[in-house]
């Protein structure tokens, strides 16, 4: 399929976009494909996964309701997982880019690159959305953070329909003045304070900007990612000492929600942990968070 | 592998792993420090120089040391998988219903509380039939019983009601409550914790009571030494059970306790924990109790968990104190569930003043203590027996149900210590310990009238499994030890021996599989080793021992009769019939006597038995005067402990 039409590539980005937003996205736009092409790693940039590839947009959705922010922590690890509807919304996107335009667009595949093995992803969707201004990266193992949506999770697509590129946002919105306060009280934000694995820590200089973020992602990830729990438990059952010791590791309780986990493919405790973003300001304050105060807006417009 | 090719394929040693590994890490993203904001702003010449810190790809990685891409993904994969931990999400839920995470209050799964073998031993020892323990969950006879659980509910109910009482000086359920929870948390700073054995050598004062709910409340195991018990008792009963620490008495009347713990020098018996004066100098190495109970750590607010009701929490020892223990271990299922039940039937409430005249160290005084615990109830202590000290505490004290044993209540008739003192407080009083003579019962009949007398039959095996209750006509009180209490049940087998089973029995005695084999018939019924019957209305009377059988050459007869005859020949004070072994008859009986009239002989006495109807074949044939019986803490003879001179 080539490109037939000429298109009105202001025209276009407006459709595109605007097309997004009526999907659900919260904020959308396009990603500067030459910063992504020198930043991301080779094997990771866009012309690898779509070599004709001309524009990267962007997308973000919504990340928890209001009322996720007030259940436990447990609770929370079964719905903190990565927000399919934002795909949807990309998948659709490439189809109207398709439709619209005649011009090849994939929806970027959100998932581990399968020739680089766990924790690589084929395309960093973190960056997509930072270099298109609808995020930016935060003390908090730089989730993407947006000024007026907070939280938001992210999905893209590629096009080889040329479209204008946007700006990163000008302002960094964390860390928020209440962070910086405590952290010259105590030496911490509360991202860094309350993370169940301290993996976060960092510096916020005198002006109040970030100074540096240290992310433990291992730990991170094993917060969550049990997946990886599965051979390390197998392991450990061939090595126990006696039968009990491996009834013990195969069958305790915890294990037998992990193989109910994997058996049933739910998505329980395979997010993060998101108590970084539960005490984070941005992420559950920011004007349009909230959802039920997104609603009320759209309602009095 | 790695892309379906081996390590062979793709030269990866381990050696190389060794070598590369942490650097390969820190290098991939697993590591991520970022410094300012060189994404967003585009800021392409940091991007770059910062590419190390920000986490790089493996190939990335590759390059920078010198590797192929392919080995440092291995490599970075095996580092991965060789520091993931399985239980790390277990922090989250720690958290609970919306609470933070503090690091500060979070200990590791790795660094939490172990039971420690002899703790799981111990708990291995508490097996029941399953489909037992299931009918009397069902019943409701086992429950969520705990003694910190009832303690809790009187501070709540009444906090400032008396709880325990010695000469005049009350304690409330608050203030001792308050003083548990300081020693529990001063015990488990000496390293004590759940499922530790922790022995008892105390008179009855209240901090018998206070160490004891203190053990409880650490989900520690009590067991008890009588305080006649001295270094020997102490090295075989200590080291049985595998005593972790000790509480007694720096100087108990002369005797050095605590030091003679120490002495001991146990593998096993980490703290020796002294009740005295000026401990620290009297006994260097002994723990002052008093240091413990005042100090600030208390169990509540350590948040140390609370014990549950399967939890073993009392090792008591039957007999074997030097040789061969016997030791009956306890949950609050089956001896908290036997107080609850048993509160109702002797008819207790919080407005009781009760009183034991055996010492704690016994269960029987355990058991008073438990109904009192469950009532609500004050308990009046009176730290050593003796009759006239017994007889001025329910006089003051103004006890309004008594627990002790037939020999008190012998001892108190005949100093007339009842018309000496008003006991008229007194609305119950339980008997237990040794066979109740008939008549004594009545004559404290006589001389309290509006006290019950009641019977009660128990070992430490079974506690409370028959007694009389309130209502019962003196008749049966005198002549019988009642009727099953409820969760329990009673049969006498061919060979008379009462035989009991329940929800209050015992699961086996710890570490004695001999024992054990010979306690308990195939269906599950524990052999009381007692001779009983039972009347038309199904009260049942102990009528001796089945040990104390003599077989003379096939003619086999129970003692007792002749004993309760002997006990009241005016030239004895006390007798004790034991079979003697013989090469043709197999066995003659041999009494011991304790003696009044010194001039007393084996003649005489056995013209007074004929004259009483005993037949010839069951008269003694050899009499052996003794100053003093061997003693049970009840006052029960130990006929094993009379030996022929
Ligand atoms: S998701 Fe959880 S583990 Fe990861 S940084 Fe946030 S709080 Fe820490
Ligand atoms: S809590 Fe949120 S705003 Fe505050 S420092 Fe952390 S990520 Fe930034």
Known sequence: MASTKSADTEGAKQAILDYCLRKGALAAGVADLEALERIAPPGHRPSDLMPKVKSVISLGVGGQTQGAWSVPAKAMGYFGSTETRAYTIAYGAAFFIEGMYQTPAIYCPPDMDNEKGPRVPLQSLKLHAEIAGIGARSLAGDILLHPEFGYMYYASIFTELALEPDQPMAENPCPAPSCVSMYRQIGRTPCQKFCPVQCLSGHIDADGKQAEMHYDMAACAEMSQQYEAVPALLAEAMAAEDAQGRDDILFDPDNKMLWYKMSVGSGGLLAQCFECMRVCPIATKSPLADPIRRSKAKAAT | ?645
């Open chain 2, 1 to 645: 592998m790695a892309r379906g090719l081996s390590r062979q394929q793709i030269g990866v040693t381990v050696a190389m792993i060794d070598s590369y590994g942490d650097l390969v890490f820190e290098m991939s993203h697993n590591k991520q420090t970022r410094r300012g904001d060189p994404i967003r702003e585009l800021d392409f010449a940091a991007i770059e120089a910062r590419r190390g810190e920000l986490g790089m790809s493996d190939g990335q990685i590759a390059q920078r040391i010198g590797l192929s891409e392919i080995q440092v993904m291995y490599i970075r994969t095996t580092m991965e998988r060789r520091r993931f931990r399985t239980n790390h999400f277990q922090r989250l839920l720690e958290l609970g219903g919306g609470k933070r995470f503090r690091h500060e209050r979070f200990t590791a799964h790795e660094d939490r509380f172990q039971y420690h073998d002899d703790a799981i031993a111990l708990r291995e020892a508490m097996t029941f039939n399953p489909e037992r323990a299931r009918y009397y969950a069902e019943q409701g006879w086992w429950a969520d019983d705990t003694l910190s659980g009832w303690l809790a509910r009187n501070v709540a109910e009444r906090p400032a009601a008396p709880a325990v009482i010695l000469d005049g000086v009350v304690m409330d359920y608050a203030s001792l409550a308050a003083r548990v929870d300081r020693l529990a948390g001063g015990l488990h700073g000496l390293g004590l914790g759940p499922g530790d054995v922790i022995a008892v050598q105390l008179p009855n004062v209240p901090d018998y009571l206070v160490g004891y709910l203190a053990i409880a409340r650490l989900g520690a195991v009590m067991t008890t030494l009588y305080m006649p018990h001295r270094g020997r008792e102490f090295a075989t009963l200590l080291g049985h059970s595998r005593a972790r620490a000790m509480i007694c008495l720096s100087d108990a009347g002369g005797f050095p306790a605590a030091q003679t713990a120490l002495d001991l020098d146990l593998e096993k018996l980490q703290s020796v924990i002294a009740i005295g004066t000026d401990v620290a100098k009297a006994v260097p190495g002994a723990v002052p109790f008093e240091d413990l109970a005042a100090g600030t750590a208390s169990a509540d607010a350590l948040g140390l968990p609370l014990p549950v009701a399967a939890d073993p929490f009392l090792l008591l020892y039957t007999s074997g104190t030097t040789a061969s223990p016997k030791a009956v271990p306890h949950n609050s299922h089956t001896m908290l569930g036997n107080a609850r039940l048993g509160a109702a039937e002797h008819q207790l409430s919080a407005d009781d003043v009760i009183l034991s005249a055996p010492p704690f160290g016994h269960l029987f005084a355990l058991y008073s203590f438990h109904l009192a615990l469950y009532s609500g109830a004050a308990n009046l202590l009176l730290p050593a027996f003796t009759p006239p000290d017994l007889a001025a505490t329910i006089e003051a004290g103004g006890a309004t149900a008594l627990f002790a044993a037939p020999a008190h209540m012998a001892a108190c008739l005949g100093m007339g210590l009842f018309d000496k003192h008003d006991c008229s407080s007194l609305g119950l009083m339980v008997l237990s310990g040794s066979a109740v003579p008939d008549e004594m019962a009545r004559a404290v009949d006589r001389k309290l009238p509006d006290c019950a007398i009641n019977q009660l039959w128990g070992m430490t095996e079974t506690q409370g499994a028959l007694y009389c209750r309130p209502g019962d006509s003196i008749e049966t009180a005198a002549t019988s030890a009642g009727q099953p209490a409820p969760g329990v049940e009673a049969r006498i087998n061919d060979d008379g021996e009462l035989q009991v089973r329940g929800s209050m029995l015992f699961p086996g005695y710890f570490d004695n599989p001999g024992a054990n084999a010979a306690a308990f018939t195939k269906d599950g019924w524990f052999r009381s080793g007692d001779l009983a019957s039972q009347d038309r209305q199904g009260n049942i009377a102990i009528t001796g021992r089945i040990k104390d059988i003599i077989n003379r050459g096939g003619v086999k007869y129970n003692p007792r009769e002749i004993e309760d005859l002997l006990d009241k020949h005016p030239g004895i004070a006390q007798s004790a019939i034991v079979p003697m072994p013989d090469n043709v008859l197999g066995e003659r009986a041999c009494c011991f006597a304790v003696a009044i009239d010194p001039d007393i002989d084996l003649d005489g006495l056995c013209q007074y038995l004929l004259g009483h109807g005993i037949a010839k074949t069951k008269l003694p044939e050899r009499l052996v005067l003794v100053a003093e019986m061997p003693l049970t803490p009840t006052r029960k003879i130990i006929k094993g402990r009379l030996f022929l001179p």
